[in-house]
């Protein structure tokens, strides 16, 4: 029902710059808070950032100051500028939204399939 398509990863030195982008499709009536997160080999999916329907963002303090979230309502899309990147920022990045769906205005919890990052020293 709800499609989320992320794009923009891919291989920086350290120091560089990416940005993601995740565009959502389907029936979608709106959708509430979007973000990132993202998963390293051998540990566990951490957020990294999200942002609610007005605007009102949240970081994790390991990406604050570097990396930027923000979201276009009119085209469903939300987008992950990463700046300074660090090697340790290497990891599969996954959209999130909270997607309430035009049947019965149910809300579902949806995921995109994941890019890769991948940070150089």
């Known amino acids: 029902q709800v499609q989320l398509v992320e794009s923009g990863g891919g291989l920086v030195q350290a120091g560089g710059s990416l940005r993601l982008s995740c565009a959502a499709s389907?029936?979608?009536?709106?959708?509430?808070?979007m973000g990132w997160h993202r998963q390293a080999p051998g540990k566990q999916r951490e957020l990294v950032a999200t942002?609610?329907?007005?605007?009102?963002?949240n970081y994790a303090d390991s990406v604050k100051g570097r990396f930027i979230i923000s979201r276009t309502n009119a085209n469903n899309t939300v987008y992950l500028q990463m700046n300074s990147l660090k090697p340790e920022d290497t990891a599969v990045y996954y959209c999130?939204?909270?997607?309430?769906?035009?049947?019965?205005?149910?809300?579902?919890?949806?995921w995109g399939q994941g890019t890769q990052v991948t940070v150089s020293s």
């Open positions: 999130n939204a909270d997607v309430v769906i035009t049947f019965r205005r149910r809300i579902i919890d949806s």
């Open positions: 389907g029936s979608i009536f709106s959708i509430r808070a």
């Open positions: 942002i609610t329907s007005g605007g009102i963002t």
